[in-house]
């Protein structure tokens, strides 16, 4: 039996698709790169703005006509599109023959004619690792409710893997070759507050850092209020945890954050910015703003472009406001901010955006990187530094090597430059 698995959204769903992949290898099914020469097709969702939807069901569209023309196909559906009860997707798509909630593999194996009910953790089912990186789930869920948001109704209350499961995880990937792990989380410093003794991310962090073969630990997302000066201290010391956070601010006007529910106000998010620039002084720092929010004034809108023209992010991502049905701003706030003036709110971030990338990622020219070499495409080796640039280079590599790399070029969006000889010392 072959299967296609179709993924959209955040690192979480693209870490489930590798286990679920693990799962079905396992049980013997091939993956093919094509739903036309697949007997079972997966489509893992994500419902976080209604572009992301779309495409979903412009999928399951392109799958019904495969069917109608006869071909012999399972499909399920599973991620954020599936919440807890499945009643109106089950109307709306009854061709689909399995919904299955993020992380809850068992109706996809079921349908794949495997008697394995996985398990939320699915703990002895580690994918094969096919790069040097590898996503690692530590916190599934949330419990913040922002109120734009859908992830919380989808994805349930927070619930944190065991330090002993994850690690176990971790030394089976770097045993096969991968170098750095991303540890994740919707807010990854929820973790560890539902288990006993309460680790936090500190305290992972730690765990992890000894891992034969592990170079590079990398964590995201992180939640402003949740953010600990013992967090941050773990990232200054540990050598192997990379300088750089993603902390989503989202705006940069207090009645704006009111609305979203955020729990903290600017200058609130001015301290956890600070306490990271001063105990990590190199760090990059990357965020997520949604313009035209419910409300949101053309003064509101400055005070977020201030606010990112002054904290200078080394990248941020940008998102017109999409009304997602079941959250607390659809049911109690009105979407009044026109789609044109939202669009050019979200070209007027973008264009900063690519200034100040430009900016900053000419302070790297002519210097000289450590890159984790990734994988090499049209000649040329990509891989990223400590900070989480990508680098193109020329010369001589091999993926899973640290390698020093001289910077000759720099865009918004990449570095690029050439390999030296020596490689740098595991
Ligand atoms: N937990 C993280 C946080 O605290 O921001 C991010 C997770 S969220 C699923 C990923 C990003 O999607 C958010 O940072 C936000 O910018 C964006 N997002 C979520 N809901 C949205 C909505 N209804 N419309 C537009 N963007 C949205
Ligand atoms: Fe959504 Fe807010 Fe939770 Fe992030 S913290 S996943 S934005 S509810």
């Known amino acids: 039996m072959k299967y296609h698995i179709w993924t959209v959204g955040c690192q979480m769903n693209v870490a489930d698709s590798r ?23 997966v489509l893992n969702t994500c419902s976080v ?31 954020c599109m599936v919440g807890p009860r499945d009643d109106d997707l089950r109307r709306r798509f009854p061709y689909v023959d399995a919904f299955a909630r993020p992380q809850d593999f068992a109706p996809i194996m079921a349908l794949a004619g495997i008697d394995d009910a996985g398990g939320e953790f699915w703990p002895t089912t580690f994918a094969t690792p096919d790069a040097v990186t590898a996503y690692v789930p530590v916190v599934h869920g949330c419990d913040k409710f922002c109120t734009y948001c859908i992830v919380p109704y989808r994805r349930g209350r927070e619930r944190s893997r065991t330090i002993a499961d994850i690690r176990n995880e971790i030394e089976h990937y770097c045993a096969r070759g991968v170098r750095e792990v991303t540890l994740l989380g919707q807010t990854v410093e929820a973790y560890g507050h539902d288990l006993p003794d309460a680790p936090d991310l500190g305290d992972l962090m730690r765990a992890m850092h000894d891992i034969p073969g592990l170079a590079r630990i990398r964590f995201l997302t992180s939640y402003p209020k949740d953010m600990t000066a013992k967090i941050v201290d773990a990232v200054a010391e540990l050598p192997k945890v990379c300088e750089s956070f993603y902390i989503p601010v989202q705006a940069g006007d207090d009645a704006v954050l009111a609305r979203m529910r955020r729990g903290y106000t600017v200058a609130e998010y001015l301290d956890k910015f600070e306490l990271v620039r001063a105990r990590v002084p190199h760090a990059a720092m990357v965020t997520d703003i949604i313009v035209g929010f419910c409300g949101e004034t053309a003064a509101e809108f400055r005070n977020t472009y201030a606010l990112l023209e002054r904290l200078r992010f080394d990248k941020l991502h940008v998102a017109a406001y999409s009304p997602r049905p079941g959250t607390i701003a659809h049911r109690t706030l009105t979407d009044d901010v026109p789609p044109d003036v939202k669009l050019e709110r979200l070209h007027v971030i973008e264009q900063l955006e690519a200034r100040v990338s430009t900016e900053i990622n000419r302070t790297f020219l002519d210097s000289e990187q450590e890159v984790l070499v990734e994988s090499r495409h049209d000649g040329r080796w990509s891989g990223r530094n400590r900070a989480g640039k990508l680098i193109h280079f020329e010369g001589a590599a091999e993926a899973g090597q640290l390698i020093a790399v001289h910077i000759e070029r720099a865009t918004a969006w990449s570095l690029q430059g050439t390999a030296l000889p020596a490689p740098v010392p595991a």
């Open 19 to 41: 286990k679920l992949a693990a799962g079905l290898e396992r049980a013997g099914l091939s993956a093919v790169d094509a739903p036309e020469s697949a007997d079972l097709v």
């Open 49 to 79: 703005r209604e572009h992301a939807e779309d495409r979903a069901i412009g999928q399951l569209g392109r799958l019904k006509k495969l069917r109608e023309r006869g071909k012999e196909l399972r499909i399920a559906v599973m991620g």
